[in-house]
C-alpha cells in the first residue's frame, strides 16, 4: 500500500531548527497559490492515527487509515521505507499502539460493524514481531509493559462479577506463555477500578466511581503493604485524580479539585502519603499534561481552555531543556510526546493548533532538529484553516467568560455572516482555540463561527462548573447570548445574519435561544438534543442509574412547572425563525422521542421545521453517508437564512 503522507526519505522531510524555534522548508519559498478544499473533505478521517518509536530508536511503527481499515507498517525511521505490514482485516481498527522491545509491539485490534459503523466488542490485545512471523494473543487485558523486562507484562481481568461491576485482579504474565494468566500481584481495592502503573510494573494508583458519580483513589506504596485512600469525594467534596508518576517511582504528580478556583497539581509521595501543593494556576484546571521523553512522566502542564498554554513546574527533571526546546519551536501549540528511544535521545512528537490538524515529528535531540513525518490530513492546508482566537467579555451578571472566536482564511474580518455553536455536555466540556473539525468546516463557507464557554462549562474550576447548575434555560442560555451581542458590537457579525446550532446540550441551547431571544438569531437548528427536559427522567440512559438521576436532580432539577418553562417542546409556539433537526434513531443518551415531540408541537403550531432522522445513528453520526448527508442539509438550512436577502 502506498504511504502518500510521508516524505520518501529524510532528506525530503520538513526540518526545524529546534534550538531556534525557526521552521524552514525549500518548498514554503514559491509556495502556490491553491483553492481552498471542498467541505466535504474537513469530514475525511486522519490518515494517520499513531506513531510509535522503537526502543533502539531504528524503527518506527505507525497506524495508516487505507481502505476500509486501519493498518501497521513498520518503517525505517532514517529512511521511512517500509519494512513490514500488519492488517488487521476488513474494518480493522487499532486502538493501541507500543513497542515492548526492538522487535515486538503490542497492538490492540477490533473491527466495526458494516452496517453501524460502531466496534460493538472489546478489542483484542495481541503480540506481533517485526522480524518473524509468531502472533500471540495476551489472556486478559493489557495494563503496561515493564522497564527492563521485555519478557514480561502486565494485564488485569474480573475475578469478582458482580450486579453489574467487576473487581479486577493484576497479572504479571510471560510473553512467551500468554495461554497461562500468570502470577497474581493484587486485586483492585474497588469495583470498576481505572488502574495505573509506574515504567517499572508496579501498580501504583487505582481510581473508582460509584453509582452516585462519587470517586476514590487509591495509591499503593508497595503491594505488601496494600492500598492507601488518598481521596474519598463523597467525604471530601472533592475529586482528586493521578496525573503520572516519576520514572523512579518514588513519587507521583496529581490533580486536585478545590473547593473555590481552579484544581491545583500535586506532589504524592508513596512512602508518606504526604501531597505537597507544586502548581495552582489562577484560571485554569489542567487543560492536558506535558511529559518528559518517556511519555510518562509529567514535567508541566498546558493551561487556558480557551488558549492553550504551557507551564513546566517540574523544572528539576533532566528532560525539561530538551521539552522547552521543543515547546519554543512550536509556538501557540499543544504538544504531546508520544514515545521515545530508549536512551530518550530521540522521541516522536504530535502538535496541534488552530490551524494544525494534527501533526507527527521525529525528535532528534543530539541534532536539535524535528523531521515531519506526516500530517494527521495532508489535504487540509493550514493557511486555508480558519483562524481561531480567544476572546474575554463580562456577562451581564459582572462573571467573566471566555470563548473561541474563528474566521473563515479568506475574506474580511468585520459584517461576517455567523454561525453560533454552544458546546453539548454541557457541565464539564469546554471549547478550545484548537483544531475542531465541525468548526473548521463550517467557517471554510464564509462564516464567522462563535463558541463560548458559558457559565457550567469545564476546566475553570469547580465554582465554575456548578455556576451551571439549575441554569439550563437561564444564565447558562444568557451567556450564549451576551456572546452573541458581543460579537456583533465588535463589528465581526452582521446582526441580520447569525444562526445558532448545536449538538446535545447545544441543540437545546439553539431552540431555546429561538425562544428567550426572537429577534436574534435568522435560523436555529440542533442534531440529538434533549428538547423536554422533564422527558429526561423518563428517555435515554442517563436516568437508568442512581448517578444519572442524582445527576440530572443536581443541574436540572425535578419540579415539573420549573422544567417545563425551560423546555423548548413546551413553548414551539413562541420560535418565529426557521428550525432544522436532526436525530438518529438509535441514540441511548438522548431517546430521538424528544425531537420527534418538539417536531409535533411546532407543526401543531402551524410552523414549519425541517427533520431527518437517521435510521443507523446514535447519538453522534458514525457512518459517513449520514455526516454526509447531515452537513449537506445543514450547510443548505444555513446558508439559505443567513444570505443578504434574509434580512
Known sequence: MAFRHFAAGAAAAMV??????????????????????????????ATVERVQISPD?????????????????????????????????????????????????????????????????EPAMAILSRVGKDQMILPANFLATIEGDPDHLLVYQCTNWNMGSCVDSVHKVEIGHTNRIGEKIIDAPDRDSELFSDQKGNVRFAMSADDKANTKLHALAATNKGWTLVNDSEKSGLHVWPLGVDARGDFAFIESEQQAGPSVVERYDFATSKRTEVYRSPDSDVVSTITAFDGETPVGAFYGPTHPQPVVWNPEHPDVAGILQILKAFPGRVISITSASRDHRKA?????????????????????????????RSWLKEAEIGRSREFAFKARDGLELHGVLTLPAAGGERNLPMVVIPHGGPHGLFDTSLFDQETALIASQGYAVLRVNYRGSGGYGKTFERAGWMQW??????????????????????????????????????????????????CVAGYAAPYDLAKMYKWGDIRRSEGGLDYLA?????????LASRSP???????????????????????????????????????????????????????????????TRLLAFLGKHTAVTAQ
Open 57 to 121: 530508536g531504528t524503527h518506527l511503527a505507525i497506524a495508516q487509515r487505507g481502505e476500509g481499515r486501519t493498518v501497521i507498517t513498520v518503517r525505517n525511521a532514517a529512511t521511512l521505507a517500509v519494512e513490514k505490514q500488519f492488517d488487521p482485516g476488513d474494518r480493522g481498527e487499532i486502538q493501541e499502539l507500543r513497542w515492548i522491545d526492538d522487535d515486538r509491539i503490542l497492538v490492540a485490534a477490533n473491527a466495526v460493524d458494516g452496517k453501524y459503523n460502531v466496534a460493538f466488542h
Open 569 to 631: 417542546a413546551k413553548h414551539a409556539a413562541e420560535i418565529k425563525v426557521p428550525v432544522f433537526i436532526g436525530h438518529g434513531r438509535l441514540d441511548a443518551r438522548v431517546d430521538v422521542a424528544h425531537s420527534k415531540a418538539m417536531v409535533k408541537a411546532m407543526k401543531k403550531a402551524g410552523l414549519d421545521v425541517e427533520f431527518q432522522e437517521y435510521m443507523k445513528a446514535g447519538h453522534g453520526l458514525q457512518i459517513e453517508a449520514d455526516e454526509l448527508d447531515f452537513y
Open 473 to 522: 434555560g437561564r444564565a447558562m442560555q444568557d451567556d450564549v447570548t451576551d456572546a452573541t451581542r458581543w460579537a456583533i458590537e465588535q463589528g465581526v457579525a452582521d446582526a441580520h445574519r447569525i444562526c445558532l446550532y448545536g449538538s446535545s446540550y447545544g441543540g437545546y441551547a439553539a431552540l431555546m435561544g429561538a425562544i428567550r431571544e426572537p429577534a436574534l438569531y435568522r
Open 16 to 45: 526545524l531548527v529546534v534550538c531556534t524555534g525557526a521552521v524552514s522548508t525549500a518548498a514554503a519559498q514559491s509556495k502556490p497559490v491553491v483553492q481552498a478544499p471542498a467541505w466535504q473533505s474537513y469530514l475525511k478521517r
Open 348 to 376: 516522536i512528537v504530535w502538535t496541534t493548533g488552530d490551524r494544525d490538524p494534527g501533526t507527527w515529528y521525529l525528535f532528534d535531540r543530539d541534532a536539535n532538529r524535528a523531521t515531519l513525518l506526516a500530517r494527521e
Open 554 to 562: 443536581k443541574v436540572i432539577g425535578k419540579d415539573k412547572e420549573d
